[in-house]
């Protein structure tokens, strides 16, 4: 038995909350839809919930604002983690810190888009006395004109098995940490890719040298995410290779869109993808915020 569907009445203009997700995805689909490369996050774990369950990701809360009678902006909260806002205007991205804090919600932080997350955050360090830290900024870039990397590197990629998957929950746990979210690895999540074959190696010699995965294909698009080598293997020329076989298995795989992150304080990653063919698309931001102690 399904748990019962609730929907809250917005607290302020334009706002309606659900935890729900067919009931979000009624609401606002067709705006995630309409721009697939910029609602990347959005669309892929609406996806991965659709063909996991709603229980994938624990306790879930969405929320959608409606002007003029058409759906202006999105957000999700999974688990845990701060909530990630789409684009929208930024009155909206205001008004949800005062819904939330309605609520009494606990908000650990934000992340989204550069312009609504940033009002959310001074919406809700003036309502609640929080304060915020940008702890990363991020560049969303989509796959332009493919280039192979250059000069290539040796060695090859190939498809991982079900052999793999304890280096690669090994490997998964260390793209957590190098990221520094700290978040366990979602073995389901790590199983559903593998039997799909969307995790990519690039292998020297028979040995697994960097990884790479890539998200089902949705609205067109698809995205390329836990790009990782072993400190051991760094600086050869590895992640670039299986960042660029991981973008033509997905373009192979139905993907007009292909796209990925690069966190702004890493020029390198940054300079690797632009070389592969990738180009900017938009910022976004990534905060936390902290309660001032008594």
Same mark, same amino acid.
């Given at each position: 038995?399904?748990?019962? !569907?609730?929907?809250?009445?917005?607290?302020?203009?334009?706002?309606?909350?659900?935890?729900?997700?067919?009931? +979000?995805?009624?609401?606002?689909?067709?705006?995630?839809?309409?721009?697939?490369?910029?609602?990347?996050?959005?669309?892929?774990?609406?996806?991965?919930?659709?063909?996991?369950?709603?229980?994938?990701?624990?306790?879930?809360?969405?929320?959608?604002?409606?002007?003029? @009678?058409?759906?202006?902006?999105? +957000?999700?909260?999974?688990?845990?983690?701060?909530?990630?806002?789409?684009?929208?205007?930024?009155?909206?991205?205001?008004?949800?810190?005062?819904?939330?804090?309605?609520?009494?919600?606990?908000?650990?932080?934000?992340?989204?888009?550069?312009?609504?997350?940033?009002? +959310?955050?001074?919406?809700?360090?003036?309502?609640?006395?929080?304060?915020?830290?940008?702890?990363?900024?991020?560049?969303?870039?989509?796959?332009?004109?493919?280039?192979?990397?250059?000069?290539?590197?040796?060695?090859?990629?190939?498809?991982?098995?079900?052999?793999?998957?304890?280096?690669?929950?090994?490997?998964?746990?260390?793209?957590?940490?190098?990221? @520094?979210?700290?978040?366990?690895?979602?073995?389901?999540?790590?199983?559903?890719?593998?039997?799909?074959?969307? !995790?990519?190696?690039?292998?020297?010699?028979?040995?697994?040298?960097?990884?790479?995965?890539?998200?089902?294909?949705?609205?067109?698009?698809?995205?390329?995410?836990?790009?990782?080598?072993?400190?051991?293997?760094?600086?050869?020329?590895? @992640?670039?290779?299986?960042?660029?076989?991981?973008?033509?298995?997905?373009?192979?795989? @139905?993907?007009?869109?292909?796209?990925? +992150?690069?966190?702004?304080?890493?020029?390198?990653?940054?300079?690797?993808?632009?070389?592969?063919?990738?180009?900017?698309?938009?910022?976004?931001?990534?905060?936390?915020?902290?309660?001032?102690?008594?």
């Amino acid at each position: 038995m399904r748990p019962q !569907v609730r929907v809250w009445s917005p607290f302020c203009m334009g706002w309606t909350l659900s935890d729900d997700v067919d009931v +979000f995805l009624a609401a606002a689909g067709g705006f995630l839809r309409g721009d697939p490369v910029s609602n990347t996050v959005a669309l892929t774990v609406l996806e991965d919930m659709r063909a996991h369950g709603p229980g994938l990701y624990g306790d879930v809360l969405f929320g959608w604002w409606t002007r003029d @009678g058409r759906v202006q902006g999105a +957000f999700l909260r999974t688990g845990g983690y701060p909530p990630q806002l789409s684009a929208m205007p930024e009155r909206a991205a205001r008004d949800l810190a005062d819904v939330l804090a309605d609520r009494g919600a606990r908000v650990a932080g934000a992340g989204g888009a550069k312009a609504a997350a940033e009002a +959310f955050a001074d919406a809700w360090t003036r309502r609640t006395g929080a304060r915020s830290r940008i702890v990363m900024r991020q560049r969303l870039y989509r796959l332009a004109e493919p280039e192979p990397p250059e000069p290539r590197p040796e060695g090859a990629a190939r498809t991982a098995g079900r052999a793999d998957r304890p280096l690669l929950l090994e490997w998964a746990a260390g793209f957590s940490r190098d990221a @520094g979210d700290g978040a366990a690895v979602n073995e389901t999540m790590l199983d559903s890719r593998l039997a799909a074959g969307r !995790v990519v190696l690039w292998e020297v010699r028979g040995r697994p040298v960097a990884m790479a995965w890539w998200s089902p294909v949705v609205a067109g698009m698809s995205r390329v995410s836990a790009v990782y080598t072993p400190a051991a293997h760094r600086r050869r020329g590895y @992640g670039g290779a299986v960042t660029e076989a991981a973008g033509h298995a997905a373009r192979k795989a @139905g993907a007009g869109e292909v796209v990925l +992150f690069a966190d702004l304080a890493n020029p390198t990653s940054n300079s690797v993808y632009r070389r592969l063919g990738y180009r900017p698309v938009e910022d976004r931001t990534m905060l936390t915020f902290t309660t001032p102690t008594p």
